[in-house]
């Protein structure tokens, strides 16, 4: 008797654990917000919301391979207000893999073209803050490096925050 219970239970569990499980690949999308904080070149610093106000809208889709790794791509419009005139300044290109690191933290490493006419790399750390069945809520750091056009190699530190579903 105990054993056919204790059957029973072991099968009834597995089955829960089986339907729990997430299947791959598994797909999510995402918006945010990304503020560019401060931006270096061998010319000049420039900081946001003191020299200018400059805003990026990240739009994009994950594809997890596994719970591990995955691939990404998103576009990012940015605005730019400055001496009072706004605009649409560049649109990004932006795609890349994704490395889970465990306990909500993921690294994305992207390669970055713009319609601006500079291209480069983005490594970008994210981090899950709340998550709930639904969506997701996270802070991210991305750290553009930037190349071309021009101008001379610029680093960037920014911070985004957003909603992945």
Not at 27 to 54: L, Q
Not at 112 to 124: I, K, L, M, Q, W
Not at 126 to 140: E, G, L, P, Q, R
């Amino acid at each position: 008797m105990y054993f056919k219970l204790t059957l029973f239970f072991a099968v009834l569990f597995s089955s829960f654990n089986a339907y729990s499980q997430t299947v791959y690949p598994k797909i999510t999308g995402y918006f945010g917000i990304m503020h560019p904080i401060a931006t270096f070149s061998k010319d000049e610093t420039n900081v946001n919301f003191r020299d200018y106000y400059a805003v990026g809208f990240p739009t994009g889709i994950n594809i997890w391979k596994s719970d591990k790794i995955g691939f990404s791509v998103e576009f990012v419009p940015n605005i730019k207000d400055d001496n009072g005139t706004d605009k649409v300044t560049n649109l990004l290109f932006h795609p890349g893999v994704l490395v889970a690191l465990g306990k909500g933290y993921t690294f994305a490493g992207r390669a970055a073209f713009e319609t601006s006419g500079r291209y480069g790399f983005t490594p970008v750390f994210n981090k899950t803050i709340i998550k709930n069945k639904t969506c997701s809520y996270y802070a991210a750091v991305p750290l553009p490096v930037r190349f071309g056009n021009d101008h001379p190699v610029s680093f960037t530190v920014g911070f985004q925050f957003g909603i992945a579903f």
